[in-house]
């Protein structure tokens, strides 16, 4: 049992620990994210449509 309850007062004090990011951090990084997955989408989007031109004009 002694074992259980430090266990729970050691993750206690680590909660007490965290650091959350602000609502601006958290807006920007979120931001960017799409943007980059929008730039992603885009470069396999052209990627694909250029190889499948090449493999219907090879065959």
Same mark, same amino acid.
């Given at each position: 049992?002694?074992?259980? =309850?430090?266990y729970?007062? !050691?993750v206690? !004090?680590?909660w007490f620990k965290i650091v959350?990011? !602000?609502r601006d951090t958290v807006i920007r990084a979120t931001i960017m994210i799409l943007v980059f997955s929008g730039l992603a989408a =885009? &470069? &396999?989007f052209v990627v694909? !449509?250029?190889l499948n031109a090449l493999v219907g004009w090879v065959f």
């Open positions: 049992m002694k074992k259980i =309850l430090g729970i007062k !050691s206690r !004090s680590e959350w990011p !602000s =885009l &470069f &396999f694909d !449509s250029i």
